[in-house]
């Protein structure tokens, strides 16, 4: 950069030089008494004119002839190879700065780092982008990269919007070429959702897949700051971050002294499956208060043995299931009226899109499980 600085103020120090000589010219011709021959006539202008500028031009070559002579053949030399070197210096003076200019925007590819650890580059923003899984449809729209979204797998039912988008399969079984067909730009994948095969095979094609597989609660505000990068939507990513970290921390702060209360939380019911201390429903229930009995678990997510939940008296059910009524497999629990949460009632549903789906939505779930669980406390006074 310092070096296109100083080409153009050479080049600007030389111009002044010559334009200093062209003003002397000028000024000899117009200190030069000229009158027009008489033969031209009051009426003849465009005859006036035309001389005029052969009297300018040729005294423009008598004041150079007479400038030539009176330099030295050296100055002569001089001038001219100052003159060769200026028109050089303006060449390389335009390539000097095109680099200058132009290295930033390669050095300044869109470049992000997913959750696998991969680097994910683009040259320009994402304008047609792939969405493998429920999630992560939700999580674009909420990151304000929904205009650019071009297709989606089965379930992807929120916002709205989202189910006008082509089909290109469900998360277990994508339609590859379908989405090759779509030209996307962009795949955002779920990494421990999606079949490896498939997306290495997407890979193969050329297309930029990103992973993508939110854990924890700062995962999801992380998420929405990736995706906006990428797809170019920037602002409405960060203001959907720096909302949803706020709202997280709003409900720890309220619940952060609140009594402990045992919490089950029901995946399924044949096989009884339930949640891990690394998943993030455990870190919900944690946020509200509540200790999940079965937080020493290793694995996200694994089944267990029915004797394993009697032995542990929960003072709350929670279950969701997999659609968005109340699942009948959680009044079984009432066959057991000796746990605490069947004697106190607390039997309770959340949907599954509000909790189960890694989305700024985890929150309103999240706000339930909490009211549920401060009923739980309010009952447990009156009902010891």
Known sequence: MKLCLFIQQYIKTSAAFQRHHRQGLRLA???SAYHPPATCGPAALHCADTKIQIYVMNRLRVRRAQLRRSLS???????????????????????????????????????????????????????????????????????????????VVSHSDYPPEAAQRAQVGDAQNLDVESIVTLQPDLVVAWQSGNPTPQLEQLIRFGIPVFYSEPRHLEDIATSLERLGKLAGSDEPALAAAVTFRAESRRLFDRYAGAAPVRVFYEI?????????????????????????????????????????????????????????????????????????????????????????????????????????????????????
């Open 73 to 151: 053949a050296l100055e002569y030399l001089i001038v001219m190879i100052s003159r060769i070197i200026q028109r050089w210096l303006k060449r390389l003076f335009v390539a000097t700065c095109f680099c200058a200019l132009g290295w930033p925007l390669v050095v300044n590819a869109l470049q992000v780092t997913d959750d696998s650890g991969k680097k994910v580059s683009l040259d320009k923003p994402a304008r047609r982008i792939v969405s493998l899984a429920p999630h992560l449809t939700e999580l674009l729209f909420a990151a304000g990269a929904g205009d650019a979204v071009v297709g």
């Open 268 to 384: 399924w019911h044949q096989p009884l499956m339930t949640v891990g201390g690394k998943h993030l429903i455990s870190q919900l229930i944690r946020m509200c208060g509540g200790r999940n009995i079965f937080a020493d678990l290793a694995a996200p997510a694994a089944a267990v043995e029915r004797e394993a939940v009697l032995m542990a008296d929960p003072e709350v059910i929670i279950a969701s299931g997999i659609t968005q009524q109340r699942p009948p497999w959680l009044d079984q629990w009432l066959n057991w009226p000796q746990l605490h949460a069947v004697r106190h009632k607390h039997l309770y549903f959340v949907p599954p899109d509000l909790i189960q789906r890694h989305t700024p939505r985890v929150l309103e779930g999240a706000r339930r499980v909490c009211d549920q669980l401060q009923q739980a406390r309010v009952s447990g006074k009156q009902h010891p």
């Open 29 to 31: 011709v117009r200190t």
